[in-house]
């Protein structure tokens, strides 16, 4: 099936420092997710992207995060400054429209540490 | 609050059994019920889904049940093969906004 790709598979940085989760989506579509999962919980959803804005966002996505898609390139989720809190597993998704009908796949998810 | 609740978290069977993992929502809103299959290592993938103008959906050896007034589906596997033992999260999402709400999983092992 289609694949979403992301990079790196696994980021160790110290509390404070700035992060960015890059994430490939499937070519041709046009929604964007950032979903966390924390190690024995599950998935939560943090952001949607559509047209270069943001669409809807949770509580979980504070005011350190930001997402980008410049010019098609990586769909990017940046932390500035990193916090303990934010150790997760960070999953991006893609669809082809922005209903529940759309299928969201997913990547393999990168394994973020905060130290 | 956890909208979506899944049991067992661990289920073992053998293989040619049929396992069944169950799901339960809190919010009367959601209409589309994703399951999504996961390996270690890899990201969820969408395995079946059902709208909840439905009460059955079948693909192959997978099954959803779904009973709205219960507020609670399931999915069965039939045949279990050994290259099922999997985490399956089971979602849900409103009507117009494209967020899936996951359960925590349920780490399913097919024993030969």
């Known amino acids: 099936g289609p694949k979403v790709l992301q990079i790196p598979s696994h980021q160790i940085i110290d509390m404070g420092q700035m992060v960015t989760l890059n994430c490939d989506p499937v070519s041709n579509h046009l929604y964007f997710y950032w979903y966390k999962q924390i190690l024995g919980q599950q998935m939560e959803f943090l952001v949607n992207f559509y047209n270069g804005k943001v669409m809807e966002k949770s509580k979980l996505f504070k005011d350190q995060f930001s997402v980008e898609r410049p010019d098609g390139s990586y769909f990017t989720l940046k932390i500035q400054p990193t916090a303990l809190e934010d150790s997760a597993v960070y999953f991006c998704a893609s669809s082809l429209g922005g209903t529940a009908s759309y299928e969201q796949y997913f990547g393999p998810g990168t394994r973020l540490t905060v130290l | 609050q956890q909208q979506v609740r899944q049991s067992p978290q661990s289920l073992t069977v053998w293989e040619g059994e049929t396992a069944i993992l169950n799901c339960s929502y809190e919010?009367?809103?959601?209409?589309?019920f994703p399951w999504y299959q996961q390996f270690p290592g890899e990201g969820p993938a969408l395995l079946i889904s059902?709208?909840?103008?439905?009460d059955k959906k079948e693909d192959g050896r997978f099954t959803i049940f779904f009973n709205k007034r219960e507020k609670k589906l399931s999915l069965h596997i039939a045949d279990s093969q050994p290259g099922d033992s999997a985490t399956y999260f089971c979602a849900a999402s409103r009507p117009n906004y494209n967020v899936l709400y996951f359960g925590s999983g349920t780490k399913l092992t097919v024993e030969p």
């Open positions: 919010n009367s809103a959601f209409d589309y």
């Open positions: 059902i709208l909840s103008v439905s």
